[in-house]
């Protein structure tokens, strides 16, 4: 296992392996990785598939940066899909880089976060995804080298759990409707006036036009924050609908 004191004064020990845009791997001191636009790197290692497989693997497409981003599981698609709700966030990838450092007994030792992500204001979060419940000491210690790591080049690190339940399934539902295809001009005017001041989903939908053309322009606003509804509470045709304030 890898113990936490490990960590300390390795400022010098930690280097970064990934692919660079030619696919060819690359490997650098840790203190040179801020450098380096992960949030468009490749995956540095492939995602598993096999029969009897406990995890489910997948790619998301992220309205983001307009690509597929990969995910081994489904918590950690649904903590993939909420960045890209977030507009905050600029860029993701997925299993971004190999973090190696020596371990207790010399050991060599490595870690691949699960996303990286780069803000609009050039910040950077690495993620990584476990439930509070599957966290097993050794895998505790081996996020806290990462965190630790981390904080040596300015970067936050998040280690989420389960999300909330009622938030992930309203989210789940804009994502739905995330595609640019779903801004129809005029329709998307029409609904930003019509929502000027606070008012039920479905009665400002019908005031621009029949809902069946209209809620899917409704929902992707909402998507965007261009509409705000309150996530916490079941989204339903009553749920009170504002024009984001800029």
């Known amino acids: 296992m890898v113990g936490v004191q490990a960590a300390r004064g390795l400022a010098d020990g930690f280097e970064v392996r990934f692919l660079a845009e030619d696919s060819t791997e690359r490997r650098l001191p840790w203190t040179d990785a801020w450098a380096v636009r992960f949030e468009s790197a490749a995956p540095a290692r492939r995602f598993a598939s096999y029969r009897g497989q406990r995890h489910f693997p997948g790619r998301w ?25 977030d507009p905050r966030v600029v860029g993701v990838s997925s299993q971004p880089f190999w973090l190696t450092w020596t371990g207790e007994e010399s050991k060599a030792r490595a870690h691949v976060p699960d996303f990286f992500v780069r803000r609009d204001d050039g910040s950077a ?65 029409a609904l930003r006036a019509a929502f000027c001041g ?49």
């Open 61 to 85: 497409w992220t309205a983001t940066v307009g690509r597929h981003v990969g995910f081994e599981s489904w918590l950690e698609r649904d903590h993939l899909m909420l960045l890209d709700f």
């Open 125 to 189: 979060v690495v993620v990584d995804c476990r439930p509070v419940q599957r966290r097993q000491p050794a895998d505790l210690a081996v996020f806290e080298v990462t965190r630790q790591a981390c904080e040596l080049l300015g970067w936050e690190y998040r280690l989420a759990g389960t999300p909330d339940a009622i938030t992930t399934a309203n989210v789940r539902w804009l994502a739905g409707y995330r595609h640019p295809r779903h801004n129809i001009a005029g329709l998307s005017e």
């Open 198 to 246: 606070p008012a039920p989903l479905m009665a400002g939908a019908e005031s621009v036009g029949d809902p069946i053309a209209v809620l899917p322009v409704l929902f992707h606003l909402l998507w965007r924050r261009e509409l705000v509804v309150d996530l916490s509470v079941p989204l339903h045709q009553a749920a009170i609908v504002i024009t984001a304030v800029e």
